[in-house]
């Protein structure tokens, strides 16, 4: 049973447009989420991080938003560029008796057309 | 400079023999993992580790087994059990706080013929 769900395999959009990739996740442990780019052949990158105790985290062009409720996340790039073009992972960490486990999604390729 | 580093990038087994893939980190992490990612399946957890001496199963530990003697190395042998062994595998390490990133190395792709 996935955990972390990225809904939207691909997702294209225009340069300088806003980018918005989703992510939902089912386990209500989970309290701290990653967002990661990757390339293909190459290990991922780090990008933003938000704990469940904020809604809200922003990292210059990456903004992270997080719904405890809807147990829904989103990050948006504003504004896309050629070089975002990649696939972005969604992952997410319990709070289990400090269980580092680390859950990731499938990803969402991004293309930015210039 | 301190980093996460897989060996080799490119590994060629037949199959029925088993193989031992290496990661190695400088980062004084407590955590490290295993992730496997096929297309279409995203990054699937192996087996990851908090601490020396002690790891747990991941979501596919299946044909997978690990090591944690030292807090610097984290070796994945993919066993002759394992189905499908064909794969681009990841690891990666994470302070051990449960918070903040985890840092991945490049990856080894694994083909068995």
């Known amino acids: 049973d996935q955990q972390v769900k990225q809904n939207s395999p691909s997702l294209s959009v225009q340069e300088g447009r806003i980018s918005i990739l989703n992510c939902d996740y089912t386990n209500s442990m989970f309290d701290y989420f990653l967002w990661y780019k990757k390339y293909p052949a190459e290990g991922p990158t780090f990008l933003i991080s938000i704990s469940s105790i904020k809604d809200k985290n922003e990292d210059g062009r990456f903004t992270v938003f997080l719904n405890k409720s809807a147990k829904h996340l989103s990050l948006h790039i504003v504004p896309s560029q050629p070089g975002d073009s990649a696939v972005y992972f969604c992952?997410?960490?319990?709070?289990?008796?400090?269980?580092?486990?680390?859950?990731f999604g499938k990803g969402t390729k991004l293309t930015v057309n210039p | 400079d301190g980093g996460i580093t897989q060996s080799p990038k490119y590994l060629f087994r037949k199959e029925g023999q088993n193989v031992t893939l290496s990661c190695e980190q400088n980062?004084?992490?407590?955590?490290m993992y295993w992730y496997r990612q096929d297309p279409g399946q995203g990054l699937r957890l192996i087996y990851y580790s908090q601490i020396v001496n002690d790891f747990q199963k991941g979501d596919i530990a299946e044909g997978y087994s690990v090591s944690r003697e030292k807090k610097e190395s984290f070796p994945l042998t993919v066993t002759s059990a394992q189905k499908n062994p064909t794969a681009f595998y990841l690891c990666?390490?994470?302070?051990?706080?449960?918070?903040?990133?985890?840092?991945f190395g490049q990856g080894t792709r694994l083909t068995v013929v």
């Open positions: 992952a997410a960490s319990p709070l289990q008796g400090g269980s580092e486990k680390l859950v």
């Open positions: 980062l004084n992490h407590d955590a």
């Open positions: 990666a390490s994470r302070k051990g706080i449960a918070r903040g990133e985890a840092f």
